[in-house]
């Protein structure tokens, strides 16, 4: 990965940071307070913060299609088969919204993840989780900006 190279190059140079982050350029709406403070989440108790936003999709809710269009739950003895299936009857789930990534330099090398079993969620608001992978993506992040950044509603 890109950082195990950048921090092996500042190791070979002398330099030594106790954090670490990666800020993907895709995700162009988060703001420097969404840095700051993700960031002050990372204590000496938790080992990395990861961005994500909040999940439109309940994994109970998925299936996935056999060979003959045939729907199979993502979750086994979903709660949909027993009428389980108002929304807002679940907790709620995040995901990640590829924003920002911070983490203990030390941690981070020993996983070379920032997913461990003791990280934190810094959760962000849709109109500034936009991750550009597509045309489409690209289109909403121009919205969301006119609409929400820009227009500071």
């Known amino acids: 990965m890109v950082l ?8 070979a140079r002398g330099e ?3 954090c670490c982050a990666i800020l993907l350029p895709t995700c ?20 990395a913060v990861v961005s994500m ?9 998925v299936f996935t299609l056999d060979g003959h269009q045939k729907a199979a739950p993502l979750v086994k ?4 088969f027993k009428g389980i299936s108002r929304r807002q009857d679940y907790q709620e789930m995040f995901y990640p919204n590829g924003a920002i990534y ?9 996983n070379e993840s920032f997913y461990t079993q003791n990280f934190k969620i810094y959760a962000m608001p849709e109109y500034r989780s936009v991750d550009i992978d597509v045309v489409e ?5 121009e919205a969301y900006w006119k609409d929400y950044i820009n227009g500071q509603k």
């Open 28 to 47: 162009p709406l988060r703001s420097g307070a969404d840095i700051v403070n993700a960031f002050e989440l990372l204590d000496s108790e938790t080992d």
């Open 4 to 11: 195990n190279d950048l921090l092996d190059q500042c190791d």
């Open 77 to 80: 003895n979903s709660a949909l």
């Open 16 to 18: 030594a940071y106790d």
């Open 102 to 110: 911070l983490s203990w330099t030390s941690t981070y090398r020993e």
């Open 53 to 61: 936003k909040a999940s439109p999709c309940i994994p109970e809710f």
């Open 137 to 141: 993506d690209l289109t909403l992040a």
